[in-house]
C-alpha cells in the first residue's frame, strides 16, 4: 500500500535563511532538483526562452555559474563553492517574488545561437525569425545576401545583430524610438564587434530613416492588442510597455510599417514581420491583400513576408 505523501512536502522551502539551505545543498544536480520544485511550486509563467519549470531551473543554475548549454554532464555531482550556492539562492527567490523574467535576472538572454546583453530597457528575445537569420534568408535571397538591412523597432538590436554575424557582407541599420533601447542595442554592437558594420538611429518607425533603402527590412515591432495586454501574465509587465502594446487591434505600427516601407525598399527587395497573435487582425484588416504567413520549424507564429511588388501592388490598402 502506498502512503500518502504528507502536505509538508509540497510546501516551498524559500522561507528557510539561506544558511540552511547552503548548509544542505551542495553540488550542481542538488540545485537543478531544488530549484525545479521551488519553481513548480511557484506556478512561474514560462515564456522568455524556456517552457517549464525544469528548463528554467537549468537556465538559472547554468548561467549563474557561466556554463554553457552543452556542459559536460559529470559537472552534474561537483560541488559548488558557497558564493555559487548564495548567488543560485538568490536568483531563485528573485525569481519567485518578483516574477522578474530569467533574462533580466542574469542580464543574457541568447538569440540565434548567440548572447546578447537585456534588461529591462528591452523585450528579451524571443523570436522565431532566428530561424531565417539562422538560414541565411535564402527563401528570399537564394544567390546573393541582401547588402543593406534594417533591424525596425530594433530593441536589443538581436535580430539585426545576429543577422551581421551570419551575414559577414550585409551592412545593418539598427533603429529604434527608444534612447533606452539604442543604448542596449550599442552595448550589444560592441559585445559582438560588429561596429565597421551595424549602426544604432534613432527613428519613430521610418521618420529618423529619410532617403535610405533596404534589400531587406526585418521588424519585431510592437503589436499586442488592448486585450492581450490587458491579461498577460506578471512576467511580461517587467517588459517595457512601449515595446508591446499597440493600440486596440495591436497593428498601430505595423499599419505605419506597411504603409510606409515602400520607399524604403530596394525594387527586389522584402519586408519581413512578426506580428503574433494579432496575425488575425491583419488578415481581418486588410483581407486583399496576399501575405505569406511563415511556417517554423521551433514553433512561432505570426511573421509575414512582402515583397516590394507586392507592396507597390496592395498600396492602396495600406494608405
Do not use: K
Not at 513548480?40 to 519549470?53: D, E, F, P
Not at 540565434?112 to 534568408?137: C, M, Q, T
Not at 512601449?242 to 530596394?266: C, F, Y
Request: glycine share 6%; net charge negative.
Amino acid at each position: 500500500m502506498t502512503t500518502p505523501l504528507n502536505n509538508e512536502t509540497s510546501h516551498s522551502t524559500l522561507s528557510l535563511p539561506d544558511t540552511a539551505l547552503v548548509s544542505d545543498l551542495f553540488t550542481l544536480r542538488d540545485y537543478l532538483r531544488w530549484v525545479s520544485s521551488e519553481f513548480y511550486l511557484a506556478g512561474l509563467y514560462y515564456g522568455h526562452g524556456t517552457q517549464s519549470a525544469w528548463d528554467e531551473a537549468v537556465a538559472l543554475c547554468l548561467g549563474a555559474l557561466h556554463l554553457p548549454w552543452n556542459v559536460d554532464p559529470g559537472v552534474l555531482d561537483a560541488r559548488l563553492l558557497p558564493v555559487e550556492r548564495q548567488r543560485i539562492i538568490y536568483l531563485t527567490r528573485q525569481r519567485v517574488t518578483t516574477r522578474r523574467p530569467l533574462p533580466y535576472l542574469l542580464g543574457e538572454a541568447f538569440f540565434a545561437g548567440h548572447p546578447f546583453n537585456v534588461d529591462e530597457r528591452v523585450l528579451i528575445p524571443r523570436s522565431p525569425i532566428a530561424e531565417l537569420i539562422e538560414d541565411g534568408f535564402a527563401a528570399w535571397f537564394p544567390e546573393e545576401p541582401p547588402q543593406n538591412v534594417l533591424d525596425l523597432c530594433t530593441g536589443s538590436g538581436c535580430i539585426g545583430i545576429a543577422t551581421a554575424l551570419y551575414l559577414p557582407t550585409c551592412e545593418v541599420t539598427l533603429a529604434d524610438i527608444s534612447q533606452d533601447a539604442l543604448a542596449v542595442a550599442r552595448e550589444n554592437i560592441t559585445r559582438h564587434e560588429v561596429g565597421d558594420r551595424v549602426r544604432a538611429v534613432a527613428s519613430d518607425v521610418f521618420d529618423g530613416l529619410e532617403g535610405q533603402r533596404f534589400d531587406l527590412i526585418v521588424s519585431n515591432p510592437p503589436y499586442v492588442d488592448a486585450r492581450d495586454l490587458a491579461t498577460m501574465p506578471a512576467e511580461f509587465r517587467h517588459e517595457p510597455a512601449l515595446a508591446l502594446g499597440a493600440g486596440q487591434d495591436g497593428l498601430d505600427i505595423v499599419r505605419r510599417i506597411l504603409r510606409e516601407a515602400r520607399s524604403h525598399l530596394t525594387d527586389a527587395g522584402w519586408l519581413i514581420v512578426e506580428v503574433g497573435n494579432s496575425d488575425r487582425h491583419v488578415e481581418a484588416a486588410f483581407p486583399d491583400v496576399p501575405f505569406l504567413w511563415l511556417e517554423f520549424e521551433r514553433g512561432g507564429q505570426g511573421v509575414f513576408a512582402l515583397s516590394a511588388a507586392e507592396l507597390d501592388a496592395h498600396a492602396a490598402s495600406f494608405a
